[in-house]
């Protein structure tokens, strides 16, 4: 089976914002286009090596991928309350790319929540907590890998 390598010019390990990228690119490829896609770093760039030729990664990105649902209503600045900028989270919203289902089933469970706990802010302490709680026992899967890689969760 023919491979190919795609240096991704703009996925350096430093500073960490590329690094971080590489390994988004990969773990995307990895886990929606084709599981068996390795990578590397070699001269101070990231290696993506497929059986996908360009255009098909091309189009794969363009068309096909679906984002993670990476929501955080627990903060403010994050979409969910009435001073923060919209502007992306409304674009999810009100689009109807199928990719985009489980980002806006996310984001409606996450308002629904808001509204079940009586919030009119970022919530703090032990109502964040609460919330916390709620969205890591009602949302899906794919959006609780999200929250088990952004929070720290202890037993109490």
Same mark, same amino acid.
């Not at 649902?69 to 903060?75: F, I």
């Not at 900028?85 to 806006?104: K, M, V, W």
């Not at 308002?111 to 703090?124: F, G, R, T, V, Y």
């Given at each position: 089976?023919?491979?190919?390598?795609?240096?991704?010019?703009?996925?350096?390990?430093?500073?960490?914002?590329?690094?971080?990228?590489?390994?988004?690119?990969?773990?995307?490829?990895?886990?929606?286009?084709?599981?068996?896609?390795?990578?590397?770093?070699?001269?101070?760039?990231?290696?993506?090596?497929?059986?996908?030729?360009?255009?098909?990664?091309?189009?794969?990105?363009?068309?096909?991928?679906?984002?993670?649902?990476?929501?955080?209503?627990?903060?403010?600045?994050?979409?969910?309350?009435?001073?923060?900028?919209?502007?992306?989270?409304?674009?999810?919203?009100?689009?109807?790319?199928?990719?985009?289902? !489980?980002?806006? =089933? +996310?984001? $409606?469970?996450?308002?629904?929540?808001?509204?079940?706990?009586? *919030?009119?802010? /970022?919530?703090?302490?032990?109502?964040?907590? !609460?919330?916390? =709680? +709620?969205? $890591?026992?009602?949302?899906?899967?794919?959006?609780?890998?999200? *929250?088990?890689? /952004?929070?720290?969760?202890?037993?109490?």
């Amino acid at each position: 089976m023919t491979t190919f390598d795609h240096v991704l010019h703009g996925c350096a390990p430093v500073p960490l914002a590329g690094y971080l990228k590489a390994l988004g690119v990969f773990r995307l490829v990895a886990e929606q286009a084709e599981a068996g896609a390795r990578g590397f770093w070699r001269d101070e760039r990231f290696v993506l090596r497929t059986r996908l030729t360009e255009d098909e990664l091309v189009q794969f990105f363009v068309g096909e991928y679906e984002p993670t649902p990476v929501v955080a209503p627990w903060n403010g600045g994050s979409g969910f309350w009435p001073n923060d900028n919209r502007e992306g989270f409304d674009a999810i919203q009100t689009s109807n790319d199928p990719r985009l289902d !489980s980002y806006r =089933a +996310a984001i $409606r469970i996450c308002q629904d929540l808001i509204c079940e706990h009586n *919030l009119l802010a /970022a919530p703090k302490e032990n109502v964040k907590a !609460s919330l916390i =709680a +709620a969205l $890591r026992s009602t949302l899906s899967e794919e959006a609780c890998r999200w *929250l088990d890689g /952004a929070l720290a969760l202890t037993t109490d």
